[in-house]
């Protein structure tokens, strides 16, 4: 978690709905009454603060212990697809932080979970997997694969995760909002997290996993543009953002949550690069903006993959 989530009360409401993978009319029960935590790692050890040092939480897991290039190829597309559709349950103030580092502006892993009614996991999960090779609990693959890797609908949630509500639409009335709340001040949307506890201790120890690299991430990379002149009222930021950047990210990758001046569109699939870079550049010319962009290319550095190596498009001769 982010240093913020641990100093602020949790927040039901104000957030848009979140896109979710379309659930077919899955009758599948929800095994349990209270949903299993999931995805949930140790800060950095150089970081001054850890979370299990706040609000009693528990002792999070290393990730580097999770890494296992090459884990579930066959299913890992359709498993990455049902961990990022999951349907949001709660939100937070302040974003979680990439446990790798992976870049040093590059902290944004989004501020809510996102649950299936029998597990709840942070939205970052799904970059630890794809972008850093971390393994999940077998049971956890086991009960997606189990439901034809398609969530249960919200109806079949919200009974121990009420808050999927709050995220379904912006016509909930305040008597509706009211209803929710007091549904989950009566205890709904409590989490277990012994299975995912348990799971993390018999993990092997960073230091004997084997030094392999996950091949798949070097078919993707992240387009950033850092706004040398931040102003987020500016018409012209704004027609860019809206314009240009929004499109880009719909239609070839996507966008992590927006930090101060910087713009991230990750998942971009090599292959789409040049095609990416132009037209974003395009767009910066054609809304007056060449003086005022800092364009990225941001992939896997071939020497430490678990890290992201920037290369600047734009202005060309910097560093």
Known sequence: MNRLQSFVKRLFGGSPPQPHMQPENSQSPIPCSTPKLIGYWAAAPHWSWHP??????????????????????????????????????RGFLGFSACRFECRSTYSSLGSGELTDGEWIWPEGLVHDMERRGVVLPEEFVASASGRGWRLPPVDQVEGVAPGVLLYRTFGLDEAARSQIYQRIREGGCKVDAAVWLRWANRLPEASAIEKSIERKVFERFSLVVQYTEASGADDLLDDFDERVWETVGEQYGRHTPKVENERVIEGIAVEQREAVVAQVLDGVRHCGLMDRIKVIDSAPDPDDWQRDRDVTIWPQGEP
Do not use: K, N
Not at 53 to 67: L, M, Q, S, T
Not at 72 to 81: D, I, P, Y
């Open 52 to 89: 299990s040092h706040h609000d009693g939480e528990p002792a999070w897991p290393d990730i580097r212990r999770a890494v296992l290039p090459g884990w579930r190829s066959a299913e890992r597309e359709q498993l990455l697809a049902y961990v990022r559709s999951g349907h949001r349950c």
